[in-house]
């Protein structure tokens, strides 16, 4: 394909490329929704070509898949990360914590982040799934700190909770983030995830 532009680009490594177009594509889906985001505005941010998105990238779709895996997975290593340091701790304390990680990262790309909540029907399925293993993922995480073993009703309580962790930030990323606002945001999670629990009678130590 013949250049239509003349801007210099500098030349990178096949990795180094990758993620400088993955890099720009994080930023360019953090702050606009998939519809929004063309793949010619990250190449022109990755100081590259559409021609090298697509050679490391199918399509616009696997490119938003690959963000999204990658923030997933970040968002969870960073989870883990926090939560085994205060391995120790009260699981209030423990889970606490878990919802201050997810808020840093929400208000980092608030309107990323709201836009498979404002249109849940927008997604691709592999996108979709991707989600779902990460909510089994997390339904893990919240088990590890509960001491809790994979049963129902249980679980049923623990992703109702993650459903509402989900509405309360979606209000709250509605409300441009104030940061006065985080630590009820954060209680009345907690009170959430505590009263599921208690409505199926699972001792939680949350109190």
Not at 26 to 47: K, L, Q
Not at 114 to 138: D, I, K, W
């Amino acid at each position: 394909m013949t250049r239509t532009d003349r801007r210099p680009r500098r030349r990178l490594d096949p990795e180094q490329r990758r993620t400088a177009i993955l890099g720009a594509a994080r930023d360019a889906f953090a702050h606009a929704p998939y519809e929004s985001v063309s793949v010619a505005g990250i190449a022109a941010a990755a100081g590259s070509s559409e021609a090298l998105v697509h050679r490391y990238f199918a399509s616009k779709s696997a490119l938003y898949l690959a963000v999204v895996r990658e923030g997933i997975d970040e968002l969870l290593t960073r989870q883990v990360a926090a939560d085994t340091t205060l391995a120790r701790s009260a699981p209030r304390r423990r889970v606490s914590t878990s919802i201050e990680v997810y808020l840093d990262v929400i208000s980092n790309s608030p309107a990323g982040w709201s836009a498979p909540l404002r249109n849940p029907h927008g997604e691709f399925a592999a996108v979709a799934a991707l989600r779902s293993q990460a909510r089994e993922r997390y339904v893990g995480l919240l088990r590890a700190i509960l001491g809790l073993a994979p049963a129902q009703p249980q679980d049923h309580a623990l992703n109702g909770y993650l459903g509402f962790l989900d509405a309360a930030c979606l209000s709250w990323v509605t409300a441009g983030c104030p940061p006065e606002q985080r630590a009820a945001l954060v209680g009345m999670a907690v009170a959430a995830l505590a009263g599921a629990l208690d409505a199926v009678g699972v001792p939680h130590a949350l109190g």
